[in-house]
């Protein structure tokens, strides 16, 4: 017996346009978000060192810019390399005492991964976790132009699903 609240369709009436909670956009948003987007929220300060300054200097700007990697760049900016508080710890249990004076390009990371502002935040963050590192410069024609961490993705994809949790509770309250 349906309730006495029920009317059924009839003849005449409009008929509702079907609506999805769910759209294709909506699913692949998250996939879709460009590493130039993460930059906007971000900012592009990069950080660097040249190859032939010290590891003391290094760990001096990474202490006061409070961040975890360097762009080893050229005096033109071109990059040469990355350097890591990793690459520094790694050395420094190698030649205990004797880390501090060595020049950065000693310890620095020559064959650098790279990504493009283009590339999609999700691409990244895969190719992070398979190269198991943390920091990935972004280049455009040639240059640099930013750097991201594993933090800045996780961060922006942590906003991503409060939007979408937020997104859910409006549509279930209405």
């Known amino acids: 017996m349906a309730p006495s609240s029920y009317q059924a369709p009839m003849r005449g009436d409009k008929t509702k346009p079907d609506t999805q909670s769910q759209t294709s956009t909506s699913n692949l948003s998250a996939g879709q978000t460009t590493v130039a987007k993460l930059l906007e929220g971000k900012g592009n300060a990069i950080y660097s ?3 032939s300054d010290t590891i003391h200097e290094a760990v001096n700007q990474l202490k006061e810019q409070r961040i975890g990697a360097l762009a080893v760049t050229d005096d033109d900016g071109t990059l040469l390399g990355i350097l890591s508080e990793r690459d520094i710890v790694r050395r420094m249990a190698d030649t205990p005492g004797e880390t501090l004076k060595q020049q950065v390009d000693a310890l620095m990371t020559r064959e650098v991964v790279t990504c493009t502002p283009e590339d999609y935040v999700i691409d990244i963050l895969k190719r992070m976790t398979e190269g198991r590192f943390r920091h990935i410069p972004v ?3 040639n240059r640099l132009c930013g750097m991201i961490t594993i933090g800045d993705v996780v961060n922006h994809r942590l906003r991503e699903l ?10 279930i309250v209405g």
């Open 162 to 171: 409060e939007y979408e949790a937020l997104q859910m509770k409006q549509m």
């Open 139 to 141: 280049m455009k024609d």
């Open 49 to 51: 060192v040249r190859p």
